[in-house]
């Protein structure tokens, strides 16, 4: 059984890793994000005691997929926050670094494989390892379990409206109504990291400008979606 649960929160940050003077964040967390929340909540630990960079739960995420819907509409507020100037403290013991956040984010998302039920589980007890976050520590996060469910689709539909990101693939791109869609947005994320938290996998996705519209699309054999409140889901590959 997979398991579904939405979250939410005043703020999120989701880095996009090629910014440096600034911060500039995704609108949706990336999947390497939500592997994060999974750890945390489950408590699995990183030992970043041992090294600052670790990120040994990832050996905990092998043959777990998630799916991930935005629920609201993309808000953005920008603020300027202080950093300890480890570098040279001589010269100014501050640097002030813009940072882009998304205001009041709130998303749904869904996991299937080896760790859904434990999850669900500890979830439905209101039982979090590590405090929950939108992509970074101070943006702390309220999750809301909305419980378990069999992932099943409807074969006999000849156009589906698909509520959650979207791999791109050649086959995406040629059964997408485009027209009908009026407006898809796409980004390259981090998809996987290895045990020192560097990129080893990034994928591309696509999701609709508007969550209320969705991407309309014709289904083909290989897409792995499944029926969930009058729209379609689709499932992002297995870590």
Same mark, same amino acid.
């Not at 100014?92 to 080896?114: A, T, W």
């Given at each position: 059984?997979? +398991? @579904?649960?939405?979250?939410?929160? $005043? +703020? @999120?940050?989701?880095?996009? *890793?090629?910014?440096?003077?600034?911060?500039?964040?995704?609108?949706?967390?990336? $999947?390497?994000?939500?592997?994060?929340?999974? @750890? &945390?909540?489950?408590?699995?630990?990183?030992?970043?005691?041992? =090294?600052?960079?670790?990120?040994?739960?990832?050996? =905990?995420?092998?043959?777990?997929?998630?799916?991930?819907?935005?629920?609201?509409?993309?808000?953005?507020?920008? &603020? @300027?926050?202080?950093?300890?100037?480890?570098?040279?403290?001589?010269?100014?013991?501050?640097?002030?670094?813009? =940072?882009?956040?998304?205001?009041?984010?709130?998303?749904?998302?869904?996991? !299937?494989?080896?760790?859904?039920?434990?999850?669900?589980?500890?979830?439905?007890?209101?039982?979090?390892?590590?405090? $929950?976050?939108?992509?970074?520590?101070?943006? /702390?996060?309220?999750?809301?379990?909305?419980?378990?469910?069999?992932?099943?689709?409807?074969?006999?539909? !000849?156009?589906?409206?698909?509520?959650?990101?979207? *791999?791109?693939?050649?086959?995406?791109?040629? =059964?997408?109504?485009? /027209?009908?869609?009026?407006? %898809?947005?796409? !980004?390259?994320?981090?998809?996987?990291?290895?045990?020192?938290?560097?990129? +080893?996998?990034?994928?591309?996705?696509?999701? *609709?400008?508007?969550?209320?519209?969705?991407?309309?699309?014709?289904?083909?054999?290989?897409?792995?979606?499944?029926?969930?409140?009058?729209?379609? %889901?689709?499932?992002? *590959?297995?870590?």
């Amino acid at each position: 059984m997979a +398991i @579904a649960f939405e979250i939410k929160g $005043p +703020i @999120a940050l989701y880095r996009k *890793p090629y910014t440096t003077t600034s911060t500039v964040s995704f609108p949706i967390p990336t $999947p390497t994000s939500v592997a994060g929340l999974i @750890a &945390a909540i489950l408590g699995f630990e990183n030992n970043s005691n041992e =090294h600052s960079a670790a990120s040994f739960y990832w050996r =905990h995420m092998k043959g777990t997929r998630i799916a991930i819907q935005r629920l609201n509409h993309t808000s953005w507020f920008s &603020a @300027a926050l202080n950093f300890w100037n480890t570098k040279n403290p001589q010269n100014n013991i501050h640097n002030q670094i813009s =940072h882009q956040f998304v205001r009041n984010p709130h998303y749904r998302i869904f996991v !299937d494989g080896n760790l859904s039920n434990r999850l669900g589980n500890q979830m439905a007890d209101g039982q979090y390892y590590y405090t $929950p976050c939108l992509g970074t520590a101070y943006a /702390l996060a309220e999750p809301k379990y909305l419980g378990e469910f069999n992932p099943t689709k409807t074969s006999s539909l !000849d156009e589906i409206t698909v509520h959650s990101v979207l *791999p791109l693939s050649t086959q995406a791109e040629s =059964h997408i109504n485009f /027209l009908g869609t009026q407006g %898809i947005m796409k !980004d390259t994320f981090p998809f996987r990291l290895d045990e020192k938290r560097q990129v +080893i996998e990034s994928i591309t996705l696509l999701y *609709p400008s508007s969550p209320d519209r969705g991407i309309l699309l014709q289904p083909w054999e290989q897409l792995d979606y499944f029926d969930y409140q009058g729209g379609a %889901i689709v499932w992002l *590959p297995s870590w």
